[in-house]
């Protein structure tokens, strides 16, 4: 059965540095998002993205993060300068199409700033 | 603000038994509604989706959805050791708008 895959499974950086977190969606599905959870909280919504360009973005997702497709099967959000408080668990999922809404995670990407 | 809520237990349940997780959300107009299961540093899981007014049933899964009183829930029949884990209850609040905004989620213990 195809899954998201995302890599590295955790990572360790210092306060502002440049992360990169990889991520390949299923195929052919051509929605994909990243959300974010920190330790004993919600799940949240960082940004959508859809035929190359972000489709959503909240509030939490500012000039420090961005997103790219660079090929056919990577998508990766990059965060420019970690802070502290970026320290999460990192979530990729994809879905069908916007109709389909159901959306699928990847295994996700411990992100321990230090 | 758009609002998911859930009481985040834990809620304990006897192996055998019925598990009935609930969730509440803020916007009447929201479209689709999930229900996913989070093992301990695990990803979310989906486990169900529900789209109209009623129930959809789903092996021991039943997610059961009332727009008018803005309530869906998840039963789990024969409860099993391996359902204890965090569930999480997910709406998109739809008109393209695609993501999914979650509850804090219930933490399921099945004591056998």
């Known amino acids: 059965e195809p899954e998201v895959t995302q890599t590295p499974s955790h990572q360790v950086t210092q306060m502002g540095q440049e992360v990169i977190l990889r991520c390949v969606p299923i195929?052919?599905?051509?929605?994909f998002y990243w959300y974010r959870q920190i330790l004993g909280q919600k799940v949240e919504f960082l940004v959508s993205?859809?035929?190359?360009?972000?489709?959503?973005k909240s509030e939490i997702f500012d000039d420090q993060f961005s997103v790219e497709r660079p090929d056919g099967s990577n998508f990766t959000l990059k965060i420019r300068s970690t802070k502290l408080e970026d320290s999460a668990m990192y979530f990729c999922?994809?879905?069908?199409?916007?109709?389909?809404?159901?959306?699928?995670f990847g295994p996700g990407t411990r992100l321990t700033v230090t | 603000q758009k609002e998911v809520e859930q009481n985040s237990g834990p809620l304990s349940v006897p192996e055998g038994a019925i598990a009935s997780l609930n969730c509440t959300y803020s916007?009447?107009?929201?479209?689709?509604f999930f229900w996913y299961r989070q093992y301990s540093g695990k990803s979310p899981e989906l486990i169900m989706s529900?789209?109209s007014n009623g129930d959809k049933e789903d092996g021991r899964f039943t997610a059961q959805l009332n727009k008018a009183s803005q309530y869906v829930s998840l039963l789990i029949r024969d409860s099993q050791p391996s359902d204890s884990a965090t569930y999480l209850c997910?709406?998109?609040w739809g008109f393209g708008n695609e993501k999914l905004t979650f509850g804090t989620g219930t933490r399921l213990t099945i004591i056998p």
């Open positions: 999922a994809s879905t069908l199409d916007r109709y389909s809404y159901e959306q699928y």
């Open positions: 195929s052919n599905h051509l929605y």
């Open positions: 993205f859809y035929n190359n360009e972000i489709s959503e």
């Open positions: 916007d009447r107009v929201s479209q689709s």
């Open positions: 529900i789209y």
């Open positions: 997910a709406v998109n």
